[in-house]
């Protein structure tokens, strides 16, 4: 059965040739240059997930299947050099509509830090924009291995913003950092959309099929009684994005285990609820290249 392994598509090179022509060019020849690497992994890449993903969760018809899954390509290499443009300041002409700031504000005017829970889809750098108009510090919570790729790219083209990024880790230092984030009062945003084996996970209906979902996000949220709001940010057009946040709510955390354990199924129920609008309205956003599904793993 595969899984996914803690690191995300891209290499080395297709980067640095993205980030040497965005430097030096502009971002619509990089763009350009995209459509030829999207055609090369429409062709050569597996495409197993995402068949599945467009014909058996969306009920695409096979020619509709192979449209989408260029376009999808296609999405995911504007996003990535949209997020090198926007981390690197070199680019600053994006636009963005956004639903839910005044719940971002909510959490930061409570002086007791929050916690935002993402998914694998559009482009989370987006988000920074909004929430450093809302002046607060911003831990990015990511695994290890993921940190590291961007980190090794990406580090002699950042400019320096207001964000922390904690590196998830197997000897659970991490969490040590985020229960001080959240001591600070400082905004911690991960995903909760990937898990690494080994990690307490829930099975729940998603887009009527059913998924495994990660129970760590929102537990957090729950155990130090902070507020949480899930977040999405979307391309729609070539240089705008909409940004959505749920209102923020702070869930009980219950001496009782038992009772506990129900309440973080009904947390992690509402961002699969949540997640399911976002994929259903952006479906050639979605950006997990694996078996996701149960029905799926048990296939391959």
């Not at 005017?109 to 920074?128: D, I, K, P, Q």
């Not at 955390?253 to 009904?266: C, H």
Request: hydrophobic share 45%.
């Amino acid at each position: 059965m595969s899984e996914w392994t803690g690191k995300s598509r891209g290499g080395a090179l297709g980067y640095k040739i993205f980030i040497f022509l965005i430097k030096y060019t502009h971002i619509r020849i990089a763009y350009f240059f995209l459509k030829f690497v999207a055609v090369y992994f429409f062709f050569f890449s597996n495409k197993t997930s995402l068949i599945f993903y467009f014909r058996k969760i969306h009920g695409y018809g096979q020619l509709k299947t192979y449209l989408s899954i260029y376009k999808n390509y296609c999405l995911l290499g504007e996003i990535l050099i949209d997020k090198i443009a926007l981390l690197s300041g070199v680019a600053k002409c994006f636009t963005f509509d956004f639903d839910g700031e005044e719940n971002l504000r909510q959490i930061v005017s409570g002086g007791r830090g929050g916690l935002l829970v993402g998914a694998h889809m559009g482009n989370w750098e987006v988000a920074g924009q909004l929430l450093e108009r809302i002046d607060t510090r911003i831990n990015l919570v990511m695994y290890e291995a993921e940190h590291e790729q961007i980190k090794a790219i990406l580090d002699d083209v950042l400019i320096k913003k207001n964000l922390n990024v904690i590196p998830i880790k197997d000897d659970f230092t991490h969490l040590f950092k985020l229960a001080e984030a959240f001591e600070n009062k400082e905004i911690v945003v991960m995903h909760g959309d990937r898990f690494l084996p080994g990690t307490s996970t829930l099975f729940l209906n998603f887009m009527n099929h059913q998924a495994q979902f990660p129970t760590g996000p929102v537990y957090l949220a729950a155990k130090h009684q902070v507020p949480v709001s899930f977040v999405y940010t979307l391309k729609e057009r070539l240089n705008h994005y909409h940004f959505f946040a749920t209102p923020a709510k702070v869930y009980p955390y219950p001496a009782n285990l038992k009772t506990r354990k129900q309440l973080i199924t009904v947390m992690v129920e509402e961002y699969v609820k949540a997640t399911e609008v976002i994929v259903k309205k952006y479906p050639t956003q979605w950006f997990n290249y694996y078996p996701f599904w149960e029905e799926e793993k048990i296939k391959s």
